[in-house]
C-alpha cells in the first residue's frame, strides 16, 4: 500500500475529553407510536428500532440549546478540564455534520462563543461520522508541526429536524414499505456534542498521549449512505459488507506498525447491535473490551465516538491502550491509538 494510510504523531497528548447528552429522552416507542398506521398497513412490526438495531432511546435538544452552543459548552467544559486558557488555544475545529448556514462556518460562532483569540484557526472539517476523529488527526498533525500548541476539537449534532420529515414523510397513505426500510436509519439518530483538547505531551506530562493510527477509503461506496436536511436514505446490507471489508483491510494493513490485539478498551462508532457484533466478529475482538452508548443515545454521529470515550475516561487506568475505531458513510475509516 502507497501513500499516507498510516501515520505517527511525535509528541501530542489528549488533555480533556468530554460529552454533553441532550436533555430530552426520546424512547422508540414513540416513533411507533406516531408511525403506527404506517406499520400497520406495511404489514411491519413494532419495536424493529430496539430489536433490529438495539437502539431503545435517543435524546433530543430541548429547544434552550442550539447543536453549536451544546458544542461550544462542550469546548468550554474541555478547556477547563484541561485547564488551558482560551488565549493559548491555536486552533478550533468543528467536525458536525449538522449545519443551519452553508455559510459562514459552524467554527465561527463557536470560535466567538469560546472567546478565542484572532491568531486561532478555526474551520468546518466534515467527513460523516468519521470526522471526529479525523479532526484530532489533523490537529495532531498541526501540534507536531509546531504550527498550534493547543487544539480543541468540537462537535454538536442535532437530527430531530430530520427525523420530523422523515416520520411525516413515512406517516403518508402512499409511502412503501421499502422506503420504510431504506430510511429507517434515519430514526436512529439522536443528539448529542462532544470536545476535546489536544497539546503536546511534553509540556504535560501524565496526559493521555496520543500514538497514531491508520486511514483508509473505499468511496466506491460513496452512495449507500446520502442524507441531508430533509432525511437520509441508506442501503444498510451495502453499507455492512462494503464497511466491514473496509475496517478488516484497515485492520490488517495496520498489523506491520501496530499490534492492537491487545489493547484495553475499543471505542468505536456507536450505530447499532449488529454494526458492532459485525466489527467484533470481523477482528475477532473481545467484547467486553467494547463499550456501548448507542441503546441509549442512538447514532450521535461524529460525537457518538468521543461522547463514548468520555464517559468511558473514569473506568480507564493509566497506561491503558485505547482504540479509537471510526466509520463514516463515503465509506472512509480510521483507528487511532490513546495511551491513558
Not at 18 to 35: H, K, M
Not at 211 to 223: D, K, W
Not at 284 to 300: A, H, I, Q, S, Y
Request: glycine share 10%.
Amino acid at each position: 500500500m502507497t501513500g499516507n494510510a498510516t501515520f505517527h504523531h511525535r509528541d501530542v497528548a489528549l488533555l480533556a475529553v468530554v460529552g454533553i447528552e441532550a436533555p430530552v429522552v426520546v424512547p422508540s416507542s414513540t416513533f411507533d407510536e406516531r408511525l403506527a398506521a404506517t406499520l400497520k398497513r406495511l404489514h411491519l412490526p413494532r419495536g424493529l428500532l430496539s430489536r433490529v438495531a438495539g437502539v431503545h432511546e435517543r435524546r433530543w435538544w430541548d429547544g434552550k440549546m442550539t447543536f453549536d452552543d451544546a458544542a461550544t459548552a462542550a469546548g468550554a467544559k474541555a478547556l477547563a478540564e484541561a485547564g488551558i486558557d482560551a488565549g493559548d488555544v491555536g486552533l478550533l475545529i468543528n467536525t458536525s455534520v449538522t449545519r443551519t448556514f452553508l455559510e459562514p462556518s459552524v467554527a465561527s460562532r463557536i470560535h466567538s462563543g469560546l472567546g478565542l483569540p484572532s491568531s486561532a484557526l478555526g474551520f468546518d472539517l466534515t467527513n460523516a461520522c468519521l470526522g471526529f476523529v479525523n479532526g484530532m488527526t489533523l490537529a495532531a498533525q498541526l501540534i507536531d508541526s509546531g504550527q498550534v500548541r493547543y487544539a480543541v476539537i468540537v462537535n454538536g449534532e442535532d437530527p430531530r429536524p430530520t427525523q420530523e420529515a422523515t416520520i411525516e414523510r413515512l406517516a403518508r397513505p402512499d409511502s412503501t414499505r421499502e422506503q420504510f426500510l431504506e430510511e429507517f436509519a434515519t430514526l436512529t439518530l439522536g443528539a448529542g456534542a462532544a470536545a476535546a483538547v489536544l497539546g503536546p505531551a511534553s509540556l504535560h506530562p501524565g496526559a493521555h498521549r496520543l500514538l497514531g493510527g491508520v486511514a483508509r477509503s473505499a468511496t466506491q461506496h460513496h452512495e449507500l449512505c446520502v442524507g441531508g436536511i430533509d432525511g437520509m436514505k441508506t442501503d444498510p446490507g451495502g453499507l455492512l459488507a462494503g464497511g466491514m471489508e473496509l475496517v478488516v483491510d484497515a485492520w490488517n494493513e495496520a498489523q506491520e506498525d501496530w499490534d492492537w490485539s491487545g489493547v484495553d478498551r475499543v471505542v468505536t462508532h456507536q450505530v447499532s447491535s449488529i454494526h458492532t457484533r459485525s466489527i467484533i466478529e470481523a477482528i475477532d475482538l473481545d467484547p467486553e473490551k467494547v463499550p456501548t452508548t448507542f441503546p441509549r443515545w442512538g447514532n450521535v454521529g461524529p460525537a457518538a465516538l468521543p461522547m463514548t470515550l468520555a464517559e468511558q475516561a473514569d473506568s480507564l487506568r493509566s497506561g491503558d491502550r485505547v482504540l479509537c475505531l471510526g466509520v463514516g458513510s463515503g465509506l472512509h475509516t480510521a483507528m487511532a491509538e490513546i495511551v491513558w
